[in-house]
């Protein structure tokens, strides 16, 4: 079953605004990352932040992490029309247990 | 750089039919993984190997067999296929089990 849930499960927003997505998890984790998908495409990976972690930057993406309330955002500055494609949380347990995925947000970012 | 490669990228199939999805990495991976991915449902892990010579199944596993036959290949096998496996399969490797992942293009199946 999903252990990350995104929300919101669709966002449309103007060239050169902000896009904030957000995701919650249930269990302890080890790491969180984000990826991206563009329509027809593979996944591609984008940050991973540790659980010891609490803010992190990658160009004009910034996510941030609060394991007190199990929860993650991403947000993309200054988005721009090439932004557009699928987002998904990944949270990463103890041990040997896999990525488990959620079900993603749509950001549809209009020029 | 190839990262991840899956074939087939498309097929159809009848149902009962089987058919194998290749896939093979060029990063000396330890852990690969095959995922499914339905709309309104994300990506689904079917099975995984966290190194050569082991294979786990993940939360979708009914229905499919894999083989790691060296480090670089996973295979996926459909013995029967059914509608319910009408999907787009993805591969994925990685150096270790809960860090990144590099997904492949995927492979979009339709069984009639």
């Known amino acids: 079953s999903q252990q990350g849930e995104e929300d919101p499960q669709a966002l449309s927003i103007q060239e050169g605004e902000n896009a904030t997505m957000n995701c919650s998890y249930k269990?302890?984790?080890?790491?969180l990352q984000w990826y991206r998908q563009n329509s027809g495409r593979g996944l591609v990976h984008l940050i991973l932040?540790?659980?010891?972690?609490r803010e992190k930057h990658s160009g004009r993406l910034r996510v941030t992490l609060d394991t007190s309330k199990k929860s993650s955002s991403l947000l993309i500055t200054a988005s721009r029309a090439a932004d557009t494609a699928s987002y998904f949380c990944?949270?990463?347990?103890?041990?040997?247990?896999?990525?488990?995925f959620g079900k993603g947000t749509r950001l549809s970012v209009i020029a | 750089n190839a990262g991840v490669t899956q074939t087939p990228k498309f097929q159809v199939l009848k149902t009962g039919q089987s058919m194998t999805l290749q896939c093979a990495q060029d990063?000396?991976?330890?852990?690969m993984y095959w995922y499914r991915q339905d709309p309104g449902m994300g990506l689904r892990l079917i099975y995984y190997?966290?190194?050569?010579?082991?294979?786990d199944k993940g939360e979708v596993p009914n229905g499919y067999n894999v083989s790691r036959l060296n480090k670089r290949e996973f295979s996926l096998r459909l013995e029967s296929a059914a509608p319910s496996q009408t999907s787009v399969y993805f591969c994925?490797?990685?150096?270790?089990?809960?860090?990144?992942?590099?997904f492949g293009e995927g492979s979009r199946l339709t069984v009639l």
């Open positions: 190997s966290a190194s050569e010579g082991t294979t």
């Open positions: 994925a490797s990685g150096a270790g089990i809960t860090g990144e992942l590099f």
């Open positions: 269990t302890s984790i080890n790491n």
């Open positions: 990063m000396n991976h330890n852990s």
């Open positions: 932040i540790r659980s010891n972690e």
């Open positions: 990944a949270t990463g347990g103890s041990g040997n247990t896999p990525l488990v």
